[in-house]
């Protein structure tokens, strides 16, 4: 992303603007032999579309996989994306890549046009269509005919547009159960950003009381006990202190947390200027979702912070997201997964605000920005290169 991308995400007047280059960044690459481009407009907006594969295959394709971005605020799938287009034009071997392997990749660069176009402080997280739904609640429903939805897949609202298109794009594979289907959604989460200092501000102060309320505030201790090899023997590590209970506390002692607790702060410090991240996946893409995330933490271990778990399972949640799909489905060879990274955009004023009181407000941004894009970038690549 460059500065001018950046000040115009900033400024809502500027988005349509921005929107429309974008769009024609995107047709320029259907100039690229074997890149073919498709606008899909619903009342929303206009939805691109990009498809590569070799139109001259005689059989059926080895693989599809399939890149989604922008549901929400998240412009890291969006950018990362562009990025990687733009590496395929200037690199045919790139493009020989996906051909001579018979894959077909698809990529949905920007899902939600309406948040992108309408971003509010009552939409703030830019989850919502124009008449209101969340869009990442549908995806169970849209794939899986009969499924039975839950509270959080939006039961009983219509399935929106945005998800048909995408299943319609995929249907005439997805009746081949031969074929293998990969499909990553790009986001990001202001929890990675929030939930280190809170654990740092509270856990030694609280103690064996402290409440774990988010799996993730557990990712990330358990992350540091792996990490610097702390021991432990209570098991289970957390637990809840009552069926009933809503959160879990840590299972060690005093002593054993105040170690924890100085580790913890050590742990940010080293990662001070690194990327938070981390792939997530269902039980049924487990075993490929932690070799793609290895393979892509390897090669970007300079600009990510310090992990022992690139990957955590999504058991965490009941709602119809994406990389749940494939748990409800009884297709074989489906696999579907999400990268999370550190929002960069959550409240657009609140980022204005620190833009005219910081000097160096931008040039922090455009640098967490771009490590954002290359991992999407890398994560990209390294799914096509692997089965």
């Known amino acids: 992303m460059n500065l001018g991308e950046l000040k115009a995400l900033m400024e809502k007047s500027n988005r349509k603007s921005l929107y429309k280059n974008l769009l024609n960044k995107f047709r320029e690459f259907t100039e690229k032999r074997n890149i073919f481009y498709k606008e899909v407009k619903i009342s929303d907006g206009i939805i691109p579309i990009l498809r590569i594969f070799n139109k001259d295959a005689t059989r059926e394709p080895t693989s599809v996989k399939c890149f989604v971005a922008a549901q929400h605020n998240e412009y890291n799938g969006l950018f990362g994306i562009l990025d990687y287009l733009e ?10 890549q996906i051909i001579n392997r018979n894959q077909e990749v698809l990529f949905f660069p920007l899902m939600n046009p309406y948040g992108f176009l309408n971003p509010s402080p009552q939409n703030k997280s830019g989850y919502f269509l124009k008449n209101g739904t969340n869009l990442n609640r549908y995806w169970r429903r849209t794939f899986i005919e009969g ?16 998800a048909i298109i995408l299943k319609n794009a995929l249907k005439k594979y997805w009746v081949n159960e031969e074929i293998p289907i990969f499909l990553l959604d790009f986001h990001e989460t202001s929890l990675l950003e929030r939930f280190p200092p809170e654990l740092v501000n509270n856990l030694s102060k609280k103690s064996i009381t402290y409440k774990f309320d988010h799996w993730l505030k557990e990712g990330i201790i358990l992350n540091v006990i792996k990490l610097y090899k702390i021991p ?7 637990f809840k202190c009552s069926e009933s209970a809503d959160h879990t506390h840590l299972n060690l002692s005093m002593k054993q947390i105040d170690i924890v607790h100085e580790k913890l702060i050590e ?9 938070p991240f981390y792939f997530c996946y269902s039980k049924a893409s487990e075993e490929y979702c932690k070799i793609l995330a290895n393979a892509v933490y390897e090669q970007l271990k300079d600009i990510l912070w310090n992990t022992y778990y690139p990957a955590f399972s999504h058991y965490f949640h009941d709602h119809g997201c994406f990389v749940k799909m494939n748990n409800a489905s009884s297709r074989p060879n489906l696999y579907t997964l999400e990268l999370e990274a550190q929002k960069q955009f959550y409240n657009l004023e609140y980022e204005k ?13 455009l640098k967490y920005i771009n490590m954002n894009n290359n991992l999407v970038f890398e994560s990209i690549k390294q799914m096509i290169a692997l089965f």
């Open 353 to 365: 605000e620190k833009a005219q009181s910081d000097p160096n407000y931008y040039a922090e941004k």
């Open 232 to 238: 432990y023997y209570r098991k289970p590590l957390f």
């Open 87 to 96: 590496h395929l034009n200037n690199n045919d071997e790139a493009v020989d």
């Open 267 to 275: 742990y940010i410090c080293k990662n001070s200027g690194k990327l």
């Open 147 to 162: 499924y039975e939805a839950k509270e959080g897949d939006a039961k009983g609202h219509k399935i929106p547009d945005n």
